[in-house]
């Protein structure tokens, strides 16, 4: 079956709006949008890729080129649905799948649940908040104050994302979370080092995928992405930073 020019730039477009909505590298999402255009039959495929949006300009067998632009208003990490996008185009790359299968694959990968439910990222949290005051060389009490900091403050996160606000506006009151339950910590338990617990809070909300791609995207040869990236993962540590640093002030007067 011969599919159109529309058709093949409609999946291969969706395909990179999927992996770029989720935090797939740069060149990552040109290639697979490279690769599924010329399986599904496109003679010539050209695709840019920035953090806010995809494009793609194809020229089918017939000489007819046409160029498309979507764009991207909101991006989390989900590594899952990258694989599933990434696997996606291995199979058609390698005919094992069809067109029809594969858009209507593409739509389930689209229309699935983000992310996990509430209590499970509140565990997991809580987790990385309590490893990372291990690597500190903080003790038992520590460690367990910063496992019940970062419960806190990924609900705080995850109440203030729901409220639609400002962009790194949950990053700041995670910060301020943090402060404030460190503090009052120590206040009541005089021997729990306040640092560590602040640390080992803040650490989910650290951008550790944005920053690794960042430097991806720079070695790479991507460097208008690289350079954005980079930008939205210090703006991201500031906020954190500054919530972190108003309450520490305020409670040191």
Not at 32 to 46: D, N, P, Y
Not at 128 to 153: C, I, K, M, Q, R
Not at 161 to 171: D, P
Not at 221 to 243: C, F, Q
Request: aromatic share 6%.
């Amino acid at each position: 079956m011969r599919i159109l020019l529309e058709q093949i730039m409609d999946i291969a477009v969706l395909a990179g709006e999927i992996m770029l909505t989720n935090g797939a590298e740069t060149s990552r999402v040109e290639e697979t949008m490279f690769h599924i255009a010329r399986a599904l039959g496109a003679v010539k495929a050209e695709s840019f890729v920035i953090p806010t949006g995809v494009f793609l300009t194809v020229t089918d067998c017939e000489g007819r080129t046409s160029t498309v632009m979507r764009r991207i208003h909101d991006r989390t990490i989900n590594l899952d649905r990258i694989a599933k996008v990434n696997e996606l185009s291995r199979r058609l790359t390698d005919r094992r799948m069809d067109y029809d299968a594969a858009y209507a694959h593409l739509e389930r990968i689209a229309r699935e649940r983000t992310g996990f439910s509430l209590v499970p990222s509140m565990l997991a949290s809580g987790v990385v908040g309590g490893t990372a005051a291990l690597l500190l060389n903080a003790g038992l009490p520590e460690s367990a104050a910063a496992f019940g900091t970062a419960l806190v403050v990924r609900y705080i996160a995850h109440v203030v994302s729901r409220l639609h606000g400002v962009r790194f506006t949950f990053e700041f009151f995670g910060g301020v979370t943090a402060a404030l339950v460190g503090t009052q910590i120590q206040h009541f338990w005089p021997q729990v080092s306040s640092d560590i617990v602040v640390v080992g809070g803040v650490m989910p909300l650290v951008p550790g995928v944005a920053i690794t791609n960042a430097i991806r995207d720079v070695i790479a040869g991507d460097l208008l992405s690289g350079l954005s990236r980079g930008l939205e993962a210090a703006l991201t540590s500031v906020a954190i930073s500054m919530g972190v640093m108003i309450i520490l002030a305020v409670s040191r007067c």
